[in-house]
């Protein structure tokens, strides 16, 4: 079993659409995680941290973590062709621990 | 968040031979680190490089093949030795972030090699 497992999709929302984004991880240490977005060709690009369980909200993103049940989603709301990219989850249980990163999801959001 | 760039930004290289990947950053950061992506599988870390010490190379991954350098607290560089079509892949480098917020990394652009 993966330590963090992700839907590797592709996804395709026609826009204006939420988009639910999720990764589950088996590593109960674990109590920093990342949402980081990948455009082709391009390096990933961190959108969102947060620690422990709880809701973030920025903008139209919202990262949401379950610890209890070791689930973290990414919610896009109002998505855009922008939006289209592959989103990587990243968790760690912090101080010099490595970084884990899930396999990505492929989204497309249709104009 | 930091600048980071890469050299080269892609590359096509034969069988057995070498290539040397060059990242650089806009501010002075401890630690840096070297990632692989291939197609379908997640970020893999290659090794740790602080500046002025050894690398840490994580478990499958080994100094003859992958030798890295961090002259100073702005530069490193990745080699890839001994090429094969194995090692085709997306390399990657990243540093920690200065906010203070633990394993928050900034990624550069990548290098996009193909071997033959």
């Known amino acids: 079993q993966k330590e963090v497992e992700q839907d590797p999709g592709p996804l395709s929302v026609p826009e204006g659409a939420i988009v639910s984004l999720n990764c589950t991880y088996s590593?109960?240490?674990?109590?920093?995680f990342m949402w980081y977005r990948q455009y082709s060709r391009k390096g990933p690009e961190l959108l969102m941290y947060?620690?422990?369980?709880g809701n973030k909200e920025d903008g139209r993103f919202t990262a949401q973590v379950d610890k209890s049940s070791k689930y973290i989603s990414l919610f896009i709301r109002d998505s855009q062709p922008s939006d289209s990219a592959t989103y990587l989850c990243?968790?760690?249980?912090?101080?010099?621990?490595?970084?884990?990163f899930g396999t990505g999801t492929k989204l497309q959001v249709i104009p | 968040s930091a600048v980071i760039s890469q050299k080269p930004s892609r590359d096509i290289c034969q069988r057995g031979t070498s290539l040397t990947i060059q990242c650089q950053v806009d501010?002075?950061?401890?630690?840096m680190f070297w990632y692989r992506q291939q197609p379908g599988q997640s970020l893999t870390l290659i090794a740790t490089?602080?500046?002025?010490?050894?690398?840490?190379?994580e478990s499958g991954f080994v100094i003859d093949k992958f030798p890295i350098s961090r002259p100073n607290l702005t530069f490193s560089t990745l080699t890839v030795s001994n090429m094969s079509p194995e090692d085709s892949s997306i390399y990657l480098c990243?540093?920690?972030?200065?906010?203070?917020?633990?394993?928050?990394?900034?990624f550069g652009p990548g290098t996009r090699l193909t071997v033959l």
């Open positions: 490089a602080n500046q002025g010490s050894e690398a840490t190379y």
């Open positions: 590593n109960s240490a674990f109590q920093y």
């Open positions: 990243a968790m760690s249980s912090g101080g010099y621990q490595k970084v884990t």
């Open positions: 501010s002075q950061v401890t630690m």
């Open positions: 947060t620690y422990s369980s």
């Open positions: 990243s540093v920690e972030g200065r906010g203070g917020r633990d394993n928050e990394q900034f």
